[in-house]
């Protein structure tokens, strides 16, 4: 089992940077796969990036990339997310999930953390 806590959210306008983390509970945090998740308003849940478990792999959804980074510390059980020249579609919840190398699912979720941004 996976404990994962968001943080970082808030209100900030068009073109500001935030950073989001993540912290697992698990000293095995270093063996899942990690990725970010958000939800729009009135929307679907929508894959932003995810990272693999050693952190040397990374991939974006096309609405994110080249604007968003996915970074892990495996000895702060901790993940992020850099999110630079913020649009005001990006407003959401963000969530971080995780999931074992094997599962094709991920099995574990945070709460999320409000992201939002004002034109």
Request: charged share 20%; net charge positive; with cysteine.
């Amino acid at each position: 089992q996976v404990h994962l806590v968001e943080s970082g959210g808030g209100l900030v306008q068009a073109g500001d940077s935030l950073r989001l983390s993540c912290a697992a509970s698990q000293s095995t945090f270093s063996k899942y796969h990690l990725a970010w998740f958000r939800r729009a308003p009135g929307k679907v849940r929508e894959f932003v990036g995810r990272i693999n478990w050693i952190g040397d792999n990374t991939s974006y959804a096309d609405s994110v990339k080249g604007r968003f980074t996915i970074s892990r510390d495996n000895t702060k059980n901790t993940i992020y997310l850099q999110m630079n020249s913020l649009k005001p579609e990006d407003t959401a919840v963000y969530y971080c999930a995780a999931r074992t190398p094997i599962s094709s699912e991920y099995d574990y979720w945070g709460q999320g953390t409000q992201v939002t941004v004002s034109s």
